[in-house]
């Protein structure tokens, strides 16, 4: 209650982490004592008596185990804020909310909420609501909230969002990804609350429903993909020579029947799958080809390689969308009982993968809930609770005779039924303002006519003169708007997020495409081979710099930047493209990194090789008594870029490394179901561009950061994968170089969190190995992520005791296992 001042009285009472299961006697005692009360963390499923405490401000119920909203809250009238994130709500009384007039901040997130109350607008003052990860299909209750500042909706099954909610002149923030959206569409909510505003007003003028799929086709080399694809789209079979597959990816688009495929045919050669992950988006329709010719039925491998392989990366990368297993070359099997054993097995097979991910993701969720404390495992029981949620769907396995037209009518027929079944495409139509296929239609028609160039680069401003005097009525905002949407489902490339790329859209994204495969190519070192004495000499280059340039690419897997010029200029004039501008802006030169580069890199794809620059004689002179001031640096290209995922050993790592010792500073984090197809060479890409003394290796990585020597080693040839981080013991003299060791584990760790999120089925569990030479234990860290996001600590909630015993018995000390100093 207010003192004579005005201010707050009352007492602040933390029960955190009690293993409380009703609220205890000493907390009710209180009774209007109390102001803010702290109960997360514990394992309450009611909360009978907080009525008591009628003055309270704060309270704090997340990570309990509570199924049924508390009632007793409605007599909480001075309440302000109430958390109650990570229980098992699943519905929320009326009359609640009218009581509770003076609350400002909401959080319900990671319940079962299916929706919510009628009433809850009630609550005049409310500024703050989180309600993602729920089950909601209804955000209706909550317009007329005039105060609501923040609101976040993540991972719901929202397919449609109220117009009149984006009317609130106060909501500053809004997230939804996640949610089925047809109305409008994630890739309009995913540019934020101003595209979501200008998009309804779009809608008010005209309105167009739109049936579009993006379509991947996958497989191993050779599989068929592209002759399924080509074939798909002309309606009759089209044979395709070993000469003419895939190079990178192509596209092509389809209207059938009132749906709009667009095909992205991927290669299948391993080279390849570096730069898959630029272009793989959610919820998309994957036909997966299987040769069923040369797939044997008695080979483990078979199976991984031709199915096995994919189905992970796709549960992993984009685990909501739907697989259409296609079986090609059945003109080659000895007969139709060899097909349909074939087609048995491989159906049985997927669905015992499926199965198995299901039955692990049970299985360590029960098991951290059977731990003595669940509580401290909160986080990670609620993001696997999410891995279960989705729902991969794998159809029957199609076997087609791609050299027969009726095969071929026939697998488009089972498409597009499958396309239009409301169960397994729930969400296919899409509500879009009219405008946004006119301005589609209308940039391939500039393309066509050659008002934009053949290349398909153009400027933002210019592009958008073009397009403006075809739409007199769309302003700069609105025509911004439509063209990310367009980025996002991948009819246009616009990579504002690179600096120097910001005022250029790529309108023909195969073009793009070409030149990532001038380089990112299985037969690299052919066309290597290939340049001819006219193009050396064009760059000032002998042939025994080509045979150099090759030899480093197979020994080092580094390709000379001199190497890379000459083969996107080949390209280009290939292509036809003579505008030596336009070139060297591609390719780059001594002054400049080409864009073609600074995309690969931008993609973890690559990154420049260390290069020894000399010393400048122009800088100035340092003085101890005056302000010195930087001169400007000498420009240098790099010698050449590196490849890491092309590397075949780590000898070079393990001479600077040396042998691992039991005291090394070393934590493992797991990856489940496994580590992703690679992601770790894309970590290594990341954190070497933070340190400058670095040496990689095919599954290893050491890099120095003061005195410290961190190694990043790779384990996925074994049943649990994950990624081992070490320091060097030598390098831990003091308590002080401990601390620092685990600032900079980290920051790597801060990283390797954030490239996670690109695979939304991927989960991780961290463990400090017991240090005693063969025991197997380890020590089991919690809710890690919250120490990643606190940037003000960097020690860890592991209690105050000095040392910790492993199962079987060895006692280590605590800030050699967990990020915590002995005085913590």
């Known amino acids: 209650m207010p003192n004579l001042n005005g201010r707050q009285n009352g007492t602040k009472e933390d029960f955190a982490e009690k293993k409380l299961k009703a609220l205890p006697t000493e907390l009710l005692q209180r009774g209007k004592e109390a102001v803010k009360v702290d109960l997360q963390r514990n394992r309450l499923k009611q909360i009978t008596g907080i009525s008591q405490m009628s003055n309270l401000t704060e309270l704090n119920l997340s990570r309990n185990e509570m199924t049924d909203f508390p009632l007793e809250i409605q007599e909480l009238r001075q309440l302000v804020k109430l958390y109650m994130n990570q229980n098992s709500l699943k519905t929320i009384p009326e009359n609640v909310f009218p009581s509770l007039k003076r609350l400002q901040f909401l959080k319900l997130s990671t319940n079962r909420l299916g929706k919510l109350p009628q009433d809850i607008n009630k609550c005049q003052n409310l500024t703050y609501l989180n309600l993602s990860?729920?089950?909601?299909?209804?955000?209706?209750?909550?317009?007329?909230?005039?105060?609501?500042?923040?609101?976040?909706?993540?991972?719901?099954?929202?397919?449609?969002?109220?117009?009149?909610?984006?009317?609130?002149?106060?909501?500053?923030?809004?997230?939804?990804?996640?949610?089925?959206?047809?109305?409008?569409?994630?890739?309009?909510?995913?540019g934020g609350l101003r595209d979501i505003q200008i998009y309804f007003t779009m809608l008010e003028e005209n309105s167009l429903d739109l049936y579009t799929v993006k379509t991947m086709f996958l497989g191993s080399s050779m599989a068929g993909k592209s002759t399924l694809c080509r074939s798909l789209k002309q309606g009759c079979p089209v044979p395709v020579a070993e000469a003419d597959r895939?190079?990178?990816?192509?596209?092509?688009?389809v209207e059938s029947d009132g749906v709009r495929f667009l095909f992205w045919d991927f290669a299948g050669q391993e080279?390849?799958?570096?730069?898959?992950?630029?272009?793989?988006?959610?919820?998309?329709?994957?036909?997966?080809?299987?040769?069923?010719?040369?797939?044997?039925?008695?080979?483990?491998?078979?199976?991984?390689?031709?199915?096995?392989?994919?189905?992970?990366?796709?549960?992993?990368?984009?685990?909501?969308?739907?697989?259409?297993?296609v079986g090609t070359h059945v003109d080659q099997c000895t007969n139709e009982a060899e097909v349909k054993e074939k087609q048995k097995h491989i159906e049985e097979k997927v669905e015992e993968m499926l199965q198995r991910h299901k039955f692990n993701l049970n299985q360590r969720r029960k098991n951290l809930q059977d731990k003595e404390d669940p509580s401290l495992y909160s986080d990670q029981i609620d993001q696997i609770k999410r891995l279960t949620e989705y729902k991969l769907k794998v159809?029957?396995?199609?076997?087609?005779?791609?050299?027969?037209?009726?095969?071929?009518?026939?697998?488009?027929?089972?498409?597009?039924?499958?396309?239009?079944?409301?169960?397994?495409?729930?969400?296919?139509?899409?509500?879009?303002?009219?405008?946004?296929?006119?301005?589609?239609?209308?940039?391939?028609?500039?393309?066509?006519?050659?008002?934009?160039?053949?290349?398909?680069?153009?400027?933002q401003e210019d592009l958008l003169y073009e397009l403006q005097n075809r739409h007199g009525a769309l302003d700069h905002d609105k025509l911004k708007l439509i063209l990310q949407y367009l980025h996002r489902i991948g009819v246009i490339i616009w990579y504002k997020e690179i600096t120097e790329l910001t005022d250029s859209l790529f309108v023909k994204p195969s073009f793009?495409?070409?030149?990532?495969?001038?380089?990112?190519?299985?037969?690299?070192?052919?066309?290597?081979?290939?340049?001819s004495s006219v193009l050396l000499k064009s760059e000032n280059a002998l042939s025994k710099h080509k045979k150099r340039w090759i030899r480093d690419y197979e020994d080092r897997a580094t390709l000379s930047n001199v190497a890379i010029r000459i083969l996107v200029r080949s390209e280009f004039l290939k292509l036809g493209f003579t505008d030596e501008e336009f070139i060297e802006e591609m390719v780059g030169s001594k002054k400049r990194e080409g864009n073609i580069l600074l995309l690969l890199k931008h993609f973890d794809v690559c990154l420049p090789c260390k290069h020894n620059s000399s010393l400048n004689p122009k800088a100035n002179e340092f003085?101890?008594?005056?302000?010195?001031?930087?001169?400007?640096?000498?420009?240098?290209?790099?010698?050449?870029?590196?490849?890491?995922?092309?590397?075949?050993?780590n000898e070079l790592v393990q001479q600077n490394w040396g042998e691992d010792i039991p005291e090394d500073l070393n934590i493992h984090v797991y990856f489940l179901p496994e580590i992703p197809h690679g992601f770790f060479h894309r970590l290594v890409i990341r954190i070497c561009t933070l340190y400058s003394q670095y040496w990689i290796g095919k599954d290893q990585c050491l890099f120095c950061c003061g005195n410290k020597r961190v190694l990043l080693r790779e384990h996925c040839n074994e049943e649990d994968q994950f990624i081992e981080i070490r320091c060097k013991d030598s390098d831990l003299k003091t308590s002080t170089d401990i601390q620092k060791a685990w600032q900079v584990i980290k920051v790597i760790m801060q990283r390797l969190n954030i490239l996670t999120e690109q695979w939304q089925g991927l989960c991780l569990f961290v463990h400090s190995p017991c240090k005693d030479p063969g025991c197997s234990e380890y020590f089991e860290w919690n809710d890690w992520q919250d120490w990643l996001e606190d940037s003000e600590t960097d020690m860890f909630n592991v209690g105050l005791e000095e040392k910790h015993t492993c199962r079987n018995g060895h006692r280590r000390r605590t800030e050699l296992l967990f990020p915590r100093t002995p005085d913590a």
């Open 133 to 190: 990860n729920n089950c909601l299909r209804n955000l209706e209750p909550l317009v007329g909230l005039p105060c609501l500042k923040e609101l976040y909706v993540e991972r719901n099954q929202l397919a449609e969002l109220p117009d009149m909610l984006f009317q609130n002149n106060c909501l500053t923030q809004f997230k939804a990804n996640g949610n089925p959206l047809r109305k409008p569409p994630e890739e309009v909510c995913a």
């Open 246 to 253: 895939t190079i990178g990816i192509e596209i092509t688009e």
């Open 271 to 325: 080279e390849y799958y570096i730069t898959h992950h630029v272009f793989i988006t959610a919820q998309a329709f994957v036909i997966l080809a299987i040769d069923l010719a040369s797939y044997q039925i008695k080979d483990p491998q078979s199976f991984n390689e031709k199915v096995g392989f994919w189905i992970k990366n796709i549960q992993l990368k984009i685990p909501d969308s739907v697989v259409l297993l």
């Open 395 to 459: 159809l029957d396995l199609v076997p087609i005779d791609c050299t027969k037209p009726v095969d071929i009518c026939k697998l488009h027929t089972n498409i597009k039924n499958e396309i239009l079944n409301k169960d397994t495409f729930p969400y296919i139509e899409q509500t879009l303002p009219r405008c946004y296929r006119e301005v589609e239609t209308d940039i391939q028609e500039l393309l066509k006519n050659g008002d934009i160039p053949q290349h398909g680069i153009v400027t």
């Open 512 to 531: 793009l495409i070409s030149l990532f495969k001038t380089i990112v190519r299985h037969d690299l070192v052919e066309e290597l081979n290939a340049i």
């Open 623 to 649: 003085h101890p008594e005056k302000k010195w001031v930087a001169s400007d640096p000498i420009v240098y290209e790099p010698a050449a870029w590196l490849f890491p995922s092309y590397l075949t050993n």
